[in-house]
Nanobody, 120 residues
Framework: QVQIAESGGDLVQPGGSLRLSCVASGNIPKFAGAGWYREAPGKQREMVAT???????MYNNAVKGRFSISRDNNQNTVYLQMGALNPEDTAAYFCNFAYIDDHPMYHSLWGQGTQVTVSS
């Protein structure tokens, strides 16, 4: 059974940086894309950044130029490097990891989230 675990969330001052990690463990024959999403109190979950199998990246306009998504192919790990953080970035950040199993069947899994708080 494949499981997703995020880490790296923390309390950081405005202007600071963080790197979030999303590790997928288990049998993952073929990666099928991943993304980071965030959910702030009272707001809907929104896409932050996504990466395709081919490595194409897409970003929410609010984070373009400040955040960067990447993937470690060998370790089934997806990262979100965040810089120039501001209080509007405060949210729970969730990883979505998609893969294709041996059948083949497509799976899309969510992690439990990691909290990022930007405050002085």
């Amino acid at each position: 059974q494949v499981q997703i675990a995020e880490s790296g969330g923390d309390l950081v001052q405005p202007g600071g940086s963080l790197r979030l990690s999303c590790v997928a463990s288990g049998n993952i024959p073929k990666f099928a894309g991943a993304g980071w999403y965030r959910e702030a109190p009272g707001k809907q979950r929104e896409m932050v950044a996504t990466i395709t199998v081919e490595g194409r990246e897409m970003y929410n306009n609010a984070v373009k130029g400040r955040f960067s998504i990447s993937r470690d192919n060998n370790q089934n790990t997806v990262y979100l490097q965040m810089g120039a953080l501001n209080p509007e970035d405060t949210a729970a950040y969730f990883c979505n990891f998609a893969y294709i199993d041996d059948h083949p069947m497509y799976h899309s899994l969510w992690g439990q989230g990691t909290q990022v708080t930007v405050s002085s």
